[in-house]
């Protein structure tokens, strides 16, 4: 499958995950970011690929799966609202009954046709990883075309507008944004966006850059009145979907580093080989575990 894959998810339970967009397309490039940095940097909503192709995978997998998902979750190798087909995916899979989330990183929700789009899901969750430009830029690393305060005023406004759930996403990085005083200008952005709940994380997949966790995680949790997403997830990526080993790991590594582990499991469903894995996986180790992630050409 292209662009649907099942993972367990810290914030969602057992998500069918769905990316209308391609690889490393995104309106930021995030020091943390698991995947790698950035290919194509862009605030340009185009269709990139067929919803109709999209739309059938979904299908096609909520036929195979055993289990029904917690939620349908357009989220992906990038930024998802840069897809022009984000709406009518939306709409199309609220058919099948299974509330659908959007994991975003806001950047895009203050034009009027994202927060359209947006306010037919169930759960809307963007990223506020900064209050101030500086330490935004520093870590997000946006298109040079946005700006902070734009985004934040259009988070807020969905929020005031949105009959849905609402969770703000923060990553804490070490040394980036989790001063005393960013903590404090986040608390009191987060406290103007009014949302359900917030999401506190720290890297704990290997990131693109050279960064380290934040030991201010519970400082922080307590002033976001937070719950800390800091553990790794656990659950099945739910390989049956796919026709082989490859298959599920390069559609589950290119949205999703494995632990070691977990990458083993995928590779025992089909009583395949780890030389498998070794050629199309980079093995990094990072805070203390071992993770395999994409090869990248």
């Not at 995950?17 to 490039?29: E, Q």
């Not at 947006?118 to 430009?133: C, W």
């Not at 490859?246 to 632990?259: D, K, N, T, V, Y």
């Amino acid at each position: 499958m292209k662009h649907v894959y099942l993972a367990p998810s810290r914030r969602l339970g057992i998500s069918l995950g769905v990316s209308p967009i391609p690889f490393k397309t995104c309106s930021y490039s995030c020091v943390y970011c698991q995947l790698g940095r950035t290919t194509r940097k862009s605030v340009e909503r185009k269709s990139y690929f067929s919803r109709e192709k999209i739309l059938a995978e979904v299908e096609d997998a909520l036929n195979k799966l055993s289990i029904a998902p917690d939620h349908i979750t357009f989220v992906g190798e990038g930024e998802p609202t840069l897809s022009k087909d984000l709406g009518w995916l939306i709409e199309k899979t609220k058919d099948s009954g299974i509330p659908v989330a959007v994991i975003t990183n806001g950047s895009l929700i203050f034009r009027e046709d994202v927060a359209s789009e947006l306010t037919n899901a169930d759960v809307v969750i963007p990223s506020l990883d900064a209050a101030s430009e500086r330490v935004f830029k520093r870590i997000n690393r946006p298109h040079p075309s946005l700006r902070l305060y734009e985004i934040i005023e259009g988070i807020e406004k969905f929020s005031r507008e949105f009959s849905g759930k609402l969770y703000i996403e923060v990553m804490l990085v070490k040394d980036y944004n989790d001063s005393s005083d960013e903590i404090m200008r986040i608390r009191e952005t987060i406290e103007r966006i009014d949302p359900d709940g917030v999401y506190l994380m720290t890297p704990i997949r290997p990131p693109c850059e050279d960064v380290r966790p934040s030991e201010r995680i519970e400082e922080a949790g307590i002033a976001f009145k937070a719950f800390n997403v800091i553990k790794p997830e656990h659950g099945e990526f739910h390989p049956e979907l796919y026709s082989s080993a490859e298959e599920a790991l390069r559609s589950i590594l290119q949205r999703h580093p494995l632990r070691e582990e977990q990458a083993m499991r995928v590779l025992r469903h089909f009583n395949a080989e780890k030389k498998i894995l070794e050629h199309i996986a980079e093995k990094i180790e990072f805070d203390s575990r071992v993770y395999y992630r994409l090869k990248l050409d």
